[in-house]
């Protein structure tokens, strides 16, 4: 699914997710490409390490679904799970990013998944950005007097921003390919 701009230039509203077991980023951001983003609110989903996972899963699930009631967005920008060596870090991360992508579609939200480096050059310009600079740019284009801590706040934030900024264009092209696909279908004849 893709979430995005109905019409040219509408503002909307998008939750950023930068999921995580211990630290899960949440960031809402309302705006249009081309024209200033607003910070809506920003935190992080918080679960103690030393808790079983059902518990942890959970935690994160209830705070997920206050952010989408509290917020209401149009649409949820979570971080695409790509692989690390680590494979517990990975197996948290998608769990919560599973969550995250649930409590949304239960929503009938458009879900998008972009990718780390994805993020990063729609925010500093450059795929291979390191978090600093992610979040000093967060700060300047959302004009904040601080930086956004802890960085998974930030990192949300940024996922929030490039989905508004990118999610246009993407839905945007998904409906010319479903309209030119639409005109190359022959028409069914009633049997």
């Known amino acids: 699914m893709f979430a995005g701009l109905t019409n040219r230039g509408e503002r909307v ?16 951001v309302d705006g249009a490409p081309g024209a200033p983003l607003s910070l809506v609110a920003v935190g992080v ?9 059902p518990e942890r899963l959970l935690g994160i699930a209830e705070g997920i679904e206050g952010w989408l009631a509290e917020h209401r967005p149009d649409a949820v920008a979570v971080e695409r799970v790509f692989a690390q060596a680590n494979l517990r870090t990975v197996m948290g991360t998608a769990q919560a990013s599973g969550i995250a992508i649930t409590a949304a579609a239960r929503l009938r ?19 291979r950005a390191d978090k600093a600079q992610v ?16 960085a998974d706040a930030a990192d ?7 989905h508004v900024w990118r999610g246009g264009a993407m839905a945007r092209i998904a409906r010319a390919a479903a309209a030119q696909t639409a005109a190359r279908t022959p028409a069914r004849r009633p049997e």
């Not at 989903?45 to 996972?53: H, K």
């Not at 458009?110 to 310009?125: C, D, F, M, Q, R």
């Not at 979040?135 to 802890?150: E, G, H």
């Open 156 to 162: 949300a934030l940024a996922l929030a921003i490039c």
């Open 109 to 127: 939200l458009p879900v998008a998944l972009h990718t780390p480096s994805e993020v990063k050059a729609a925010i500093t310009g450059s795929g």
């Open 45 to 53: 989903i918080r679960t103690p390490a030393a808790a079983e996972l």
């Open 135 to 150: 979040t000093a740019m967060v700060t300047r284009i959302l004009r904040l007097s601080a930086a956004p801590k802890p």
């Open 13 to 28: 509203r998008v939750l950023g997710v930068d999921p995580g077991l211990t630290r899960c980023g949440v960031g809402v």
